[in-house]
């Protein structure tokens, strides 16, 4: 157990519909990260917020949105939910945000299925 | 684009065999180097590498970088079948993870 905590773990909804994904980080942790893992694309990074700041961002589509709150939990917002964006997205934390030297924890993942 | 490669993308070993588990990259400007397992969910961490030559070691697992040929191995001696999983490798260049394809690996008993 990594101690970053994501729900829910499993999500089925339709094509156009919206979605909120929830990640609380380890106790401590001021960097939330999102990634999507999908089968032909591997993991990929999304976004990251650091203490309530974005900080970076990857290969996020523009129907993608994310927020860190002051608590530090973070919310992935998927919005006109399509066919491929069916996949395993998962949060992961760490203590620090931009030194390239702190290790990401991963969280268990919340599997969507868009039908 | 920065690049990750792992090979094998796959193997199947017995019980007991060592294996090794290549990472190799593109990218000069980075960090630290992470391994992570990944059985059938979340990713859990195995090595973080920022220095080359230094080997990292935890139990019968080790791992390497070389930052002159631009590689990692990650060494895996007397596998058991506990170690069947995908065994991913990223990057780490500040602020994102970027993620090679991974090296299934399945261990028979």
């Known amino acids: 157990d990594s101690g970053v905590t994501q729900t829910p773990k499993h999500l089925i909804t339709a094509t156009g519909q919206r979605v909120t994904l929830r990640c609380s980080p380890r106790?401590?942790?001021?960097?939330v990260y999102w990634y999507q893992q999908s089968l032909d694309q591997g993991l990929q990074f999304l976004i990251q917020?650091?203490?309530?700041?974005?900080?970076a961002k990857g290969n996020i589509l523009e129907r993608f949105s994310a927020q860190q709150f002051p608590d530090l939990h973070s919310e992935l917002n998927l919005s006109s939910l399509e066919l491929g964006d069916s996949a395993l997205y998962f949060c992961?934390?760490?203590?620090?945000?931009?030194?390239?030297?702190?290790?990401?924890?991963f969280g268990p993942g919340t599997r969507l299925t868009v039908l | 684009e920065d690049k990750v490669v792992q090979s094998p993308l796959s193997l199947v070993v017995h019980e007991g065999d060592t294996v090794t588990l290549n990472c190799s990259y593109e990218?000069?400007?980075?960090?630290?180097l992470l391994w992570y397992k990944q059985e059938k969910k979340a990713p859990t961490f195995l090595f973080m590498l920022?220095?080359?030559?230094i080997e990292k070691k935890s139990g019968r697992l080790s791992s390497i970088l070389d930052k002159k040929e631009l590689f990692s191995i990650l060494n895996i001696t007397a596998t058991q079948t506990g170690d069947s999983a995908v065994y991913l490798c990223?990057?780490?260049?500040?602020?994102?993870?970027?993620f090679g394809g991974g090296t299934r690996l399945m261990v028979k008993p």
């Open positions: 990223a990057l780490n260049a500040g602020n994102m993870l970027t």
């Open positions: 106790s401590g942790d001021l960097s």
């Open positions: 920022t220095s080359s030559g």
């Open positions: 917020y650091y203490n309530g700041e974005e900080r």
């Open positions: 990218v000069t400007n980075f960090r630290s």
């Open positions: 992961a934390s760490s203590s620090g945000g931009t030194g390239g030297i702190d290790t990401q924890y």
